[in-house]
């Protein structure tokens, strides 16, 4: 038998208003995806919790909004501090529940510190504008927390997209309930229950737990002032019309089909290992994952050798061994990257590589998909156009830079793009042209968690991270002074 290093017991099913409660609703069975045994068992919000939930954010709200900035930093540094020194329980627990590799829900962890740690030194140097209007008129400008905000998360990031959004909004003064996803609350219960340790005061961090349903009365509540919603597009779309009925915010970061770009001039071994490493770790469960290589025609076959040798030479296992990739999250997410490739095969398109279940001797049950490449994909093809969400690479070639741009915006998404080259030029006309939130240029994803990110097309609204992550949370005041 496995042993987990960690121990749920004391966990609640939901925290609101600074305590913990049984969840009454339906309860959920949560799942190894490496192991295939269920290890904990969380239950729902009932209809009344949820609501609950954003009133008692609703009472939180003055209070907080009114703690001085420097406080509100302290706090969130020490929360910042706290979820650092319980970095091995908190990664262990989302490496077993996610089934992510242990090293990286490590730093997983680690930057949602980082978050907490970021938005804390923002906390005191949210100024306004001061407008003079001629001699006898002079106008200021207020940065006010926008109220109660709805933090509905993914599976695949959950400690680090938990904190990218409640970190800049508590700092903004904002107050927060936060429904992780159903496959993966556990992370979400434990950071709340370290907020109650450092003063983060009682209604300023709620959790509740449940599926779609919940996520949507949290998202179209009367109460709720912005939602921030990391997902598929397709439920963006509802949780955008959710949030429609209180005319609340929205941040949607949603789906991608991100291109990289290689041109002959560039260092293809190190673009190899960038372009794996893009559309492999976390075994592709990414937003941002670099599904689509677009190489020149003269060095397709010479990446894509590298790529395959890459992907080969990944092992997978456990979490807790710490492979370079772990399982697939579900047994519906492993039928839809099953689906895209059997339809793949069936349409007679190349797999250089991977294509089938891979077999982990010490998990036999295991969700495991092994790292796959389609060479020369049409650009019509299903695989070229729509977000897989697993481990799948498709290629395609160009000659020409019209080619490769058409190429990189000719799908519906427009979250990432990366591009190799030594010509600098020819980098920074692509990335002025390209239809992405950001764009990697001799890298994919580098960069950290400063830099602004989101997406444009149907990859999502607003943005997250970095000094624009706390416009969400702030809505900005005008007094105008007559004062003669
Ligand atoms: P997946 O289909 O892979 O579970 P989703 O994008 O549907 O991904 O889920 C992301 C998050 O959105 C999860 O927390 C999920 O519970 C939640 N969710 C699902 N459906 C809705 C909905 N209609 N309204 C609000 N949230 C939802």
Redesign the pocket.
């Known amino acids: 038998g496995l042993q987990y290093p960690f121990d749920l017991d004391p966990l609640p099913d939901a925290v609101i208003g600074g305590v913990g409660h049984a969840g009454g609703g339906l309860s959920r069975q949560l799942v190894d995806p490496a192991a295939r045994i269920s290890f904990a068992e969380v239950r729902d919000a009932s209809l009344a919790q949820i609501d609950q939930s954003v009133l008692t954010a609703q009472t939180a709200r003055r209070p907080w909004a009114d703690t001085p900035p420097a406080q509100r930093a302290q706090v969130l540094m020490a929360l910042a501090d706290l979820i650092a020194a319980h970095v091995d329980e908190l990664a262990a627990v989302e490496c077993v529940n996610v089934g992510k590799p242990l090293s990286q829900a490590r730093r997983d962890v680690l930057r949602a510190a980082g978050y907490y740690r970021f938005y804390a030194g923002a906390c005191d140097k949210l100024n306004g504008d001061t407008i003079p209007l001629g001699p006898d008129q002079t106008a200021v400008t207020l940065l006010e927390p926008v109220g109660v905000t709805a933090h509905?998360?993914?599976?695949n990031y959950p400690i680090s997209t938990l904190a990218r959004g409640v970190a800049p909004a508590l700092a903004a003064g904002a107050t927060v309930v936060a429904?992780?996803?159903?496959?993966t609350p556990l992370s979400t219960l434990m950071v709340a229950k370290l907020a109650l340790e450092v003063g983060v005061p009682d209604g300023a961090f709620n959790v509740i737990c449940?599926?779609?349903?919940?996520?949507?009365a949290?998202?179209a509540h009367p109460n709720v002032a912005h939602v921030t919603?990391?997902?598929?597009t397709?439920?963006?779309r509802?949780?955008m019309q959710?949030a429609s009925g209180p005319v609340a915010g929205v941040t949607l970061e949603l789906g991608g089909k991100s291109p990289v770009v290689v041109w002959p001039d560039a260092d293809l071994d190190a673009a190899a290992k960038g372009i794996a490493r893009g559309i492999f770790f976390n075994a592709g469960q990414v937003c941002a994952a670099g599904s689509r290589l677009l190489c020149h025609a003269d060095i397709h076959d010479a990446v894509v050798e590298r790529v395959v040798q890459q992907a080969r030479e990944m092992t997978m296992g456990h979490g807790l061994t710490d492979p370079d990739l772990g399982p697939l999250i579900s047994e519906?997410?492993f039928a839809r990257v099953e689906g895209f490739v059997s339809r793949a095969l069936a349409d007679g398109l190349t797999c250089v590589t991977g294509g089938q279940r891979a077999h982990v001797p010490d998990c036999p049950l295991g969700l495991f998909y092994e790292p796959t490449v389609f060479t020369r994909v049409p650009e019509t093809s299903d695989i070229a156009q729509i977000e897989v969400?697993g481990p799948v690479l498709i290629t395609q070639t160009f000659e020409t830079e019209e080619d490769a741009l058409r190429l990189a915006n000719g799908t519906p998404f427009g979250l990432v793009a990366g591009i190799y080259t030594a010509d600098t030029g020819r980098a920074m006309r692509f990335a002025r042209r390209v239809e992405a939130g950001q764009v990697f240029v001799n890298g994919f994803l580098q960069g950290g968690d400063t830099v602004p990110f989101g997406g444009v097309k149907h990859s999502g609204i607003g943005r997250e991270k970095g000094v624009s992550g706390l416009r969400a949370y702030l809505a900005e005041k005008s007094i105008v002074l007559s004062h003669g």
């Open positions: 509905i998360l993914p599976w429904k992780p996803a159903e496959l449940g599926a779609g349903e919940v996520g949507e949290l998202a919603f990391t997902g598929s397709e439920t963006g509802r949780v959710a519906a997410q969400f």
